[in-house]
């Protein structure tokens, strides 16, 4: 196959798994022999969350102070007075992420400026607002191919929208992500007041599709038993507003008698330089994450890549790239469930046997070989003649 220029969208900068996924597959495409770039629109003008090897593009975009879909509609126009010239569209195939690159991408298709767009549909939202729905369904339905990051959302999308989805999967980075400790480990530890443990990891923040209500009622059980024990509450950052979510969650940690703060029961970090992240992974002795609704849970590797367990929800997505020796399965709305999980994967003899599968799993799991699942629909959607002078 030719080397193509791929534009890659993305709907923020920020540590979020699509846009960590966009950053990866770019930078394996490039190893390939290809050119992606990554773009995002940026109002804070500090640039992607981490160093990429790949060429990116920090959209200008202006800060807004409003509700979700002002915030989405602003983006969507950042993206568009981007891509607004002919030179600006130069590029062979261009691939969104989101809603926000996709909505901008069929506008620009109904231009004439590009010949169509490839989308990978990494989870479909439950928007209460009418226009964000639509805004969500037209990024799909206007797409000339369609991907997906597990069978779960291909198979929604077909039922649905009566639309195919091939399946690309996700990879991990294992010369970033590994077991061997690092200065960096000590550093973490201290920031942040970690005791010694155990220390239970949880990452997207308080948001309700992760769960973080019910995982707090899990930890809290397990507090009760094992006074040391730490929640540590890292990631958090999105477009979407979880204002109401997190005050439900600050509700139920003060009602459970558990403080937040540095060294305290619970630790909220907020999202977390890429360079500490495997630190962060190392240190805790499991990785928590059951949750309601995810594409992937990308998390859910680089914590095996590190060796650290994890508990996960038995459900899909998990129960596709999973084995059932890879993880502990909890059903998500049974917090003494994973308040017993979390005791298992203490024991040393579950913890060794979930290291082993873990870090296997994750061996098994590369970003280089999801590039070469995307050769398929890139040339379906490659343009073919020269862009007009």
Not at 264 to 291: C, H, K, N, W
């Amino acid at each position: 196959m030719k080397s193509l220029r791929v534009a890659i969208l993305t709907h923020s900068t920020n540590p979020r798994g699509g846009v960590a996924h966009g950053l990866a597959l770019a930078e394996a495409l490039c190893a390939l022999g290809h050119e992606a770039v990554v773009h995002a629109p940026d109002p804070s003008g500090r640039g992607f969350f981490r160093e990429a090897a790949c060429p990116t593009v920090a959209v200008a975009a202006r800060p807004v102070a409003g509700p979700t879909v002002e915030l989405v509609r602003a983006r969507i126009d950042d993206y568009l007075r981007h891509f607004a010239t002919p030179a600006a569209c130069d590029f062979d195939v261009f691939h969104a992420h989101d809603g926000i690159g996709g909505n901008a991408l069929a506008t620009l298709k109904h231009r004439r400026l590009i010949p169509g767009f490839v989308r990978t549909v990494h989870h479909v939202d439950d928007f209460a607002d009418p226009l964000l729905a639509d805004w969500q369904e037209r990024a799909i339905r206007e797409a000339r191919r369609l991907l997906c990051v597990s069978r779960l959302w291909a198979d929604w999308i077909r039922d649905e929208l009566g639309v195919d989805a091939d399946i690309v999967g996700n990879g991990v980075d294992l010369a970033a992500y590994r077991e061997a400790p690092a200065e960096t480990d000590a550093l973490v530890r201290d920031r942040w007041g970690l005791g010694p443990g155990p220390v239970i990891l949880s990452v997207g923040g308080f948001e309700e599709r992760k769960n973080t209500l019910g995982l707090i009622a899990g930890f809290a059980r397990l507090q009760a038993c094992v006074p040391s024990a730490q929640l540590v509450v890292a990631g958090g950052a999105s477009l979407l507003d979880h204002a109401a979510y997190r005050a439900r969650c600050r509700a139920a940690l003060d009602e459970a008698g558990l403080t937040v703060g540095r060294g305290a029961a619970v630790i909220e970090t907020g999202p977390v330089p890429q360079a500490e992240m495997p630190a962060l992974y190392r240190i805790a002795d499991l990785l928590a994450f059951p949750s309601w609704t995810e594409g992937f849970g990308l998390c859910v590797l680089e914590a095996m890549a590190c060796g650290t367990p994890a508990i996960v929800s038995n459900r899909a997505p998990f129960t596709e790239y999973l084995a059932p020796t890879d993880a502990l399965f909890v059903n998500p709305a049974a917090p003494d469930a994973l308040a017993t999980a979390m005791a298992a994967a203490l024991v040393p003899q579950t913890r060794a046997r979930l290291r082993e599968a873990g870090r296997e799993r994750a061996a098994a799991l590369s970003w280089r070989a999801c590039a070469e699942r995307h050769h398929a629909a890139y040339t379906a959607c490659a343009r073919r003649e020269p862009i007009p002078a």
